[in-house]
Nanobody, 123 residues
Framework: QVQLVESGGDLVQPGGSLSLSCTASGFTWDDYAIGWFYQAPGKEREALSCITNTGMSLTAVDSEKARFIISRDNAKKAVYLHMNNLKVEDTGAYFC????????????????WGQGTQVTVSS
């Protein structure tokens, strides 16, 4: 029914850039906020940012990944995560998730999740 799909993950050299995409089907797009989450191998999943249908956004308060920029294109029904100055420690899985209404930075508040896309930063 509800499906979220991330794309754009790749192998990239340190200092490089990537833009991840999140698209969805099975629900009314404009009713949902979309969040981006990061998970390193063996670690807890952590929230990076979230954006509502109107463009109101939240970003992790104290994280090196706060430099990543979230954006939303409702015409394309897509949310993006623009990543620049990538570092080896940015390697891991990136997930998008959806919840009705306003943003949250808590994983438990998001009922719908994508499968994740892998970003590997290595020379």
């Amino acid at each position: 029914q509800v499906q979220l799909v991330e794309s754009g993950g790749d192998l990239v050299q340190p200092g490089g850039s990537l833009s991840l995409s999140c698209t969805a089907s099975g629900f009314t797009w404009d009713d949902y906020a979309i969040g981006w989450f990061y998970q390193a191998p063996g670690k807890e999943r952590e929230a990076l940012s979230c954006i509502t249908n109107t463009g109101m956004s939240l970003t992790a308060v104290d994280s090196e990944k706060a430099r990543f920029i979230i954006s939303r294109d409702n015409a394309k029904k897509a949310v993006y995560l623009h990543m620049n100055n990538l570092k080896v420690e940015d390697t891991g899985a990136y997930f998008c998730a959806a919840r009705a209404g306003l943003c949250s930075m808590e994983t438990d508040r998001f009922p719908y999740w994508g499968q994740g896309t892998q970003v590997t930063v290595s020379s």
